[in-house]
């Protein structure tokens, strides 16, 4: 098991273009998170899936975001029309619910650091 | 809004106990209280979680006082490995709501 994958590591682009983040969660995970992280802030919620669904979407979702994880496995986020404030890291963790119990233990990964020119 | 109040740094000598404070006044009795860190350049990690009962486990321990309005994270013998920020996160025992993190104390490990 190799831990959270996230790619790429670093990406800098110019305004207004797209771009896209892949993460690939712990295979036997059945939940995907993603977060946004800025300077100086704890990481702030995005949206999760449990397997293929969409079960919940932060109000800092906005249109030009959408996220995706078809057939339950990896999943993307993909910025449309990049702009200055969406600069930032950007993470994914997985989750499972252990068995017997009601929490989750999530694992992250290292981020994507996004730099909008 | 975060649920939990936490001094925003603190410094700890190294081989020493840090003892992070957390106040979680308004938690409710169906929520736990979890505990992250994240060193600089990484994804956060789990460190430990607890209802009411002190827990201990081979990174930490966790104080959580009888009202529960407060805890304790203790690192018993801190290394400059440990220099991170810590993010005191309460949440309910139904899995299905998010971790929000607020930012967290900065430990400073100094040799």
């Known amino acids: 098991d190799t831990g959270v994958s996230q790619d790429p590591r670093h990406k800098i682009t110019k305004r207004g273009q797209n771009v896209t983040f892949r993460c690939d969660p712990i295979s036997e995970h059945n939940r995907l998170y993603w977060y946004r992280q800025t300077l100086g802030q704890g990481p702030e919620f995005l949206t999760y899936?449990?397997?293929?669904?969409?079960?919940?979407k932060s109000r800092l979702l906005s249109d030009r975001f959408s996220a995706e994880r078809p057939k339950g496995s990896f999943s993307t986020l993909e910025i449309q029309r990049t702009e200055q404030g969406d600069s930032a890291m950007y993470l994914c963790a997985s989750s499972s619910r252990s068995t017997g119990t009601m929490y989750d233990r999530y694992t992250f990964g290292s981020g994507t650091r996004l730099t909008v020119v | 809004d975060a649920k939990t109040t936490q001094p925003p740094s603190m410094d700890c000598a190294e081989g020493r106990a840090a003892n992070l404070p957390c106040n979680h006044s308004?938690?409710?009795?169906?929520?736990?209280v979890y505990w992250y860190r994240q060193i600089h350049s990484q994804g956060p990690q789990y460190i430990i979680h607890g209802l009411k009962n002190n827990e201990t486990n081979e990174m930490a321990s966790l104080i959580i006082t009888e009202d529960r309005k407060s805890s304790t994270l203790i690192l018993p013998h801190a290394t400059l490995r440990d220099t991170a920020v810590y993010y005191c996160i309460v949440r309910p025992n139904s899995g299905n709501t998010p971790l929000v993190f607020g930012k967290g104390t900065r430990l400073s490990v100094i040799a």
């Open positions: 308004t938690i409710s009795g169906n929520e736990y």
């Open positions: 899936f449990q397997n293929e669904a969409q079960l919940e």
